[in-house]
């Protein structure tokens, strides 16, 4: 499998961007497809997830500005990012996590774009 991401750039504050992530090879179920970010000298975080079920998650620092989607059918993730501050500027990375299924539990495989850069500014 692989991930590319598409859609980073520089915006000012109050702006938004929509980030997509496009997924190429055997997508199975069950998967959850998410959003991270990383600042320089910081660990990498979690900034939203969304599995094939529907279930959403996002990280407190987004509630509300940040939107999760996914088209099944294309494969394709989006990250939809409104009233972006300085705060948000990072490299923001799709990750896609696909489960193995067996009698006894089920084992996840990880995937990640390579990342793409948003910069935020006054």
């Known amino acids: 499998v692989q991930l590319m991401e598409s859609g980073g750039g520089l915006v000012h504050t109050g702006g938004s961007l929509r980030l997509s992530c496009a997924a190429s090879?055997?997508?199975?179920?069950?998967?959850?497809m998410a959003w991270y970010r990383q600042v320089a000298g910081r660990e990498r975080e979690l900034v939203a997830s969304l599995t094939d079920g529907g279930q959403e998650n996002y990280a407190d620092s987004v509630k509300g500005r940040f939107t999760i989607s996914r088209d099944n059918a294309r494969n394709t993730g989006f990250l939809e990012m409104t009233s972006l501050t300085s705060e948000d500027t990072a490299v923001y990375y799709c990750n896609l996590r696909l489960g193995i299924v067996t009698i006894e539990r089920t084992k996840w495989i990880e995937f990640w774009g390579q990342g793409t850069q948003v910069t935020v500014s006054s």
């Open positions: 090879g055997a997508i199975v179920s069950p998967n959850v």
